[in-house]
């Protein structure tokens, strides 16, 4: 049975850093075909964050997040992680892990509807 557990989420003031982490089970950790974050600000859609493909080993970032976030994996603690630095107010949402082990994620590593696999998610409030 396929489980993700995000942690690491909190209040921060503008311009700082939080790193998510999200512990994943059921599956050898590099089966997953897909892996990554998504998030869900109040009253809109969840949107893609940042996403790796393990077809092409690349990782694709939001516009709004890239040089501010940084996807990682860790196999040996099968663990996922976001690095968030210089947040702004507008990254305040409940963060969501996700993966799959069916799908490739082409092109861009997958969307919303393509996730088997969703986290409980995790709130990330960053105040002005």
């Known amino acids: 049975q396929v489980q993700l557990v995000e942690s690491g989420g909190g209040l921060v003031q503008a311009g700082g850093s939080l790193r998510l982490s999200c512990a994943v089970s059921?599956?050898?950790?590099?089966?997953?075909?897909?892996m990554g974050w998504f998030r869900q600000a109040p009253g809109k859609e969840r949107e893609f964050v940042a996403v790796f493909r393990r077809s092409t080993t690349t990782t694709y970032y939001a516009a709004s997040v890239k040089d501010r976030f940084t996807l990682s994996r860790d196999n040996a603690k099968n663990t996922l992680y976001l690095q968030m630095n210089s947040l702004k107010p507008e990254d305040t949402a409940v963060y969501y892990c996700a993966a799959d082990y069916r799908r490739d994620g082409w092109p861009r590593g997958g969307t919303v509807d393509e996730y088997d696999y969703w986290g409980q998610g995790t709130q990330v409030t960053v105040s002005s």
């Open positions: 059921g599956r050898t950790f590099t089966s997953y075909t897909m």
